[in-house]
């Protein structure tokens, strides 16, 4: 995959490292981390660039990607003047990592679609040490474009995609039982 542009909001135990990946496979990464100190910390490590808000890190990129706490978290760093999708470029692809509620994907992605930005819900399997190693496993739901688009980073040093399910149906990603191909 080509360089690109991405961003990268939420630096927990399994963003923080995923973050890492996207940056080492030669991406320019911009995060956001609400404790601007991991945000500098991961910068300090990493390379690339911090914002001060998601919206901030989501201008002028190619993807985002989230992997924040909960659901109220998300729709947090996604919605509102500073959420990522005031941020986002028509078109841009936004990559939910997080483990929410399928109530909480629908209506971010319909939020995202009245923007005309692309939603790819993608929760993901295989805790810390997957995140570090690399070797996660996604769950795919959304539309089949956007994850085309998306899937490039997903598998280039950043998740092992063993169990790749793209269904019509948004929240499908998070409802699909976490099993091991």
Known sequence: MASKKLAFIGLGVMGYPMAGHLAA???????????????EAWVAQYGGKMALTPAKAAEGVDMVMACVGNDNDLRGVCLGPDGAFAGMAQGT???DHTTV????????????????????DAPISGGQ?????????????????????A??????KLLEVRDRLI???LG??????????
């Not at 320019?28 to 404790?35: A, D, P």
């Not at 399928?102 to 923007?115: D, F, G, I, K, W």
């Not at 040490?129 to 688009?149: F, H």
């Not at 899937?151 to 280039?156: F, I, T």
């Open 129 to 149: 040490a997957g995140a570090e190693n690399g070797q996660l496993s996604v769950m795919c739901g959304g539309d089949i474009a956007p994850y085309e688009k």
């Open 93 to 95: 692809v936004f990559v």
């Open 167 to 169: 269904r019509a149906d």
């Open 25 to 39: 496979a030669g991406h320019e990464v911009t995060v956001y981390n609400r404790t601007a100190a991991k945000a």
């Open 151 to 156: 899937e490039p980073a997903l598998v280039e």
């Open 101 to 120: 509620s399928a109530a909480v994907t629908r209506a971010l992605y319909e939020a995202a679609e009245t923007r005309e930005i692309a939603f790819v």
């Open 172 to 181: 499908d990603g998070i409802e699909t039982p976490y099993w091991s191909a």
